[in-house]
């Protein structure tokens, strides 16, 4: 069984920057096999999908990020980032990790606010 565990969230000013990871533990076979992809929901708000890298390095990301976030990973650390710039307050929300076959993370929360 695998868990996807989230860290690096927090509170930051409008116009910061933040580093969110997530990091498959337990039977992780073949990690750099696994598309990761990252998704947020904020308060009242549906859960939407933010970023996803694939086994190739192919990556996309949702418009609204575009040019801010900045997806990358560690195969050897099993482990994937999402870079976040130029932070604004709607992008407040907690932040998940999600791996088809293993599921969603319990999430990570990100606050922008001055």
């Known amino acids: 069984q695998v868990q996807l565990v989230e860290s690096g969230g927090g509170l930051v000013q409008p116009g910061g920057s933040l580093r969110v990871s997530c990091v498959a533990s337990?039977?992780?076979?073949?990690?750099?096999?696994?598309?990761i992809s990252w998704y947020r929901q904020a308060p009242g708000k549906q859960r939407e999908f933010v970023a996803l890298?694939?086994?190739?390095?192919?990556?996309n990301y949702t418009d609204s990020v575009k040019g801010r976030f900045t997806i990358s990973r560690d195969n050897a650390q099993n482990t994937v980032y999402l870079q976040m710039n130029s932070l604004k307050p709607e992008d407040t929300a907690v932040y998940y990790c999600?791996?088809?076959?293993w599921g969603f993370g319990q999430g990570t929360q990100v606050t922008v606010s001055s």
């Open positions: 337990g039977s992780v076979f073949m990690f750099r096999f696994h598309t």
């Open positions: 999600y791996e088809p076959t």
């Open positions: 890298i694939r086994t190739g390095g192919s990556i």
